[in-house]
């Protein structure tokens, strides 16, 4: 597990490899790791989730920090970018090589209700979400999911998930 400060070490190392390579890099994160690095909301993650550029140079320089930091091999992984859509974001942390941004706290809320994964964190990380917000019904909740998603990509299972919040 990838607690807050390891996480940003690892960042660092990775501006450090890039910067070696001569490339400079961009990644914007997700999941668990903004919900354990920027809110404070958990207090580890068991990756770093994120959609990078350039992809090859960043696996690259992602390969030499895991042997260097003794991580596995897909400790940073671009396995979410199935689910990304267009979103805003903002920058977290602005390196000489690397430039990390996150995206802002609806389209995060927007993608854990959509992926509604009972025997994760996704509940937790959804009523961290909706607390910080000061959302006040699942409609709102639906009203964001549909600014991001369209209405065929919202399961019932996310309904489900998002009206059950709410009844707890």
């Known amino acids: 597990m990838l607690q807050k400060q390891d996480i940003e070490t690892h960042l660092k190392h990775l501006n450090d490899e890039l910067l070696r390579m001569g490339v400079k890099g961009e990644l914007c994160l997700y999941g668990g790791t903004v919900m354990c690095l920027v809110y404070n909301a958990r207090p580890s993650t068991k990756d ?17 920090v895991a ?23 903002r920058i977290f942390m602005d390196l000489p090589n690397l430039k990390v941004y996150v995206p802002e706290p609806d389209y995060l809320l927007a ?3 959509l992926a509604a994964r009972l025997d994760g964190t996704d509940r937790d990380d959804l ?11 699942a409609g709102q909740i639906f009203d964001i999911l549909r600014k991001y998603y369209p209405n065929e990509q919202i399961k019932p299972a996310t309904q489900y998930f998002v009206e059950e919040i709410f009844q707890s």
């Open 127 to 137: 009523r961290f979400l909706i607390g910080k917000m000061g959302l006040k019904s």
């Open 111 to 113: 993608m854990k209700a």
């Open 67 to 89: 042997e260097a930091d003794g991580l596995p091999e897909d400790w940073m992984n671009d396995a979410v970018k199935g689910f990304v859509v267009e979103h805003p974001k």
């Open 48 to 64: 770093v989730d994120a959609v990078f550029i350039p992809t090859q140079e960043m696996r690259k320089a992602a390969k030499k």
